[in-house]
């Protein structure tokens, strides 16, 4: 292996090592179950190191694995559609994913939940893997304005959600 691949690879695996638990998080939000998270993560690091040689600018490692590993996790959903357990299940068997919930939050992830998959994408990697508008632009692959407007519309639809569930309360 050459100096300059040897190096690129161990600033990939520094990368990794640092938030594996973020790529988890992430990889379960879409597939609502422990052993398809880890499975989609793997998936997506095996890929990434494949094709690790062919990465050109490694100041854009963020963005290139991101979108790997939300590529994985939509074809995770594709492949296993029937299978995927509800959000409210798969949280109770997690409980140590996301802070204590209350009502508000589950409601939240479920709006979150019902999402199309490119509104769902700009969502989850704004604020839950806390990107910048270029970052996410740069994985989705499309351009900023893009991402502005679906996440303007995902927010609109969530907020929408949420209200009638409040309006529905007892």
Known sequence: MRKKDQGLRDEFIQFVTQRQQEF????FRYTHDQDGAMDVVQEALEKALRA???LRQPEYMKTWFYRI???????YLRKNKREL???????EELPA??????????????????????LKTVVMLRFFSD????EI???TDTNINTVKSRLKAALGRLRLHLEEEANDAP
Do not use: C, G, W
Not at 24 to 27: D, F, T
């Open 85 to 91: 357990l509800p959000l409210q299940q798969a949280l």
């Open 69 to 75: 590993l939300v590529n994985e996790s939509l074809t």
């Open 52 to 54: 690790l040689p062919s």
């Open 97 to 118: 994913l996301l802070p204590p919930d209350t009502a508000q939050q589950m409601d939240l992830h479920d709006a979150i939940d019902r999402l199309e998959p490119q």
């Open 137 to 139: 632009a740069q994985v």
């Open 131 to 134: 990107m910048k508008f270029s």
């Open 24 to 27: 988890y998080r992430l990889a």
